[in-house]
């Protein structure tokens, strides 16, 4: 098996996973994501490679990011220090889809937040160092 067919039977079978998780039929994912079903069938078996757009609709369908399954079919490189919290927020499955929403909402804002710079300071204010991601997780907890 070649690299290109390993690349596409691997990410065939994480779309299953995923959509095994997400307790949709084949069926139900095809209509989701307005991808055949038998194309959906043949990348889930690995006979196809899917384009981005495609990875795209499947991501969305799924509640999981596109980031994802990009990385799944080599088109981006994996981020080694990101972990995918959101498809984890998705696949939880004690708690009701509301509240996965709202997580999911309360997560992007908060990366959202992240990736502003921070406003220049007043004058005579003290410039602010940004912290680290740990410590505003740490932080977080704390405040609980």
Do not use: C
């Amino acid at each position: 098996m070649t690299e290109l067919e390993d690349r596409a039977h691997q990410l065939g079978e994480f779309i299953r996973d995923q959509r095994r998780v997400a307790r949709l039929s084949l069926r139900k994912l095809s209509d989701m994501s307005q991808i055949s079903n038998p194309y959906l069938s043949q990348i889930e078996r690995g006979l196809r490679k899917p384009s981005a757009e495609i990875l795209q609709q499947l991501a969305k369908a799924l509640r999981i990011s596109a980031e994802t399954l990009y990385v799944q079919a080599g088109i981006l490189d994996e981020r080694p220090d990101v972990a995918d919290l959101e498809m984890a927020i998705w696949a939880e499955t004690s708690i009701s889809e509301a509240q996965k929403k709202a997580l999911v909402q309360v997560l992007r804002s908060f990366q959202h937040e992240n990736m502003a710079p921070l406003p220049p300071p007043s004058p005579g204010e003290v410039p602010v160092k940004p912290r680290s991601k740990q410590k505003v997780a740490a932080a977080a907890i704390r405040e609980e």
